[in-house]
Nanobody, 129 residues
């Protein structure tokens, strides 16, 4: 049973930073991708960043490039999302996700909710202006 548990959300002012963590357990698969997604009220869930565990390929959504960094502690099975220079438009519920990577996965696929089978419960990030 795959379990993903997020933590690290909170409220910050614009320009501030937060680091989200996702502790994963219950899987020993190869060809595994993990990612961060977010959903603001009234909007669809969107991909933020993804990481191919085996190959190390990383993809970012355009709005967060240069500000967010995805990384993983292999020994502890923890996925991180370092978020710097936060903006009010980053306010959303942030979700950790995991699933099998397609061969030759495109950036669009890597950030698509349809490619991920397991989801955490989410952690709220609120950025005030």
């Amino acid at each position: 049973q795959v379990q993903l548990v997020e933590s690290g959300g909170g409220s910050v002012q614009a320009g501030g930073s937060l680091t989200l963590s996702c502790t994963a357990s219950g899987y020993t698969y190869s060809n595994w991708c993990m990612g961060w997604f977010r959903q603001a009220p009234g909007k669809e869930r969107e991909g933020v960043a993804s990481l191919d565990i085996d190959d190390g390929y990383i993809h970012y959504a355009d709005p967060v490039k240069g500000r967010f960094t995805i990384s993983r502690n292999d020994a502890k099975n923890i996925l991180y999302l370092q978020m710097n220079n936060l903006k009010p438009e980053d306010t959303a519920m942030y979700y950790c996700a995991a699933g099998f990577c397609r061969i030759d996965m495109t950036p669009i696929q890597a950030l698509s909710v349809d490619e991920y089978h397991y989801w955490g419960q989410g952690t709220q990030v609120t950025v005030s202006s």
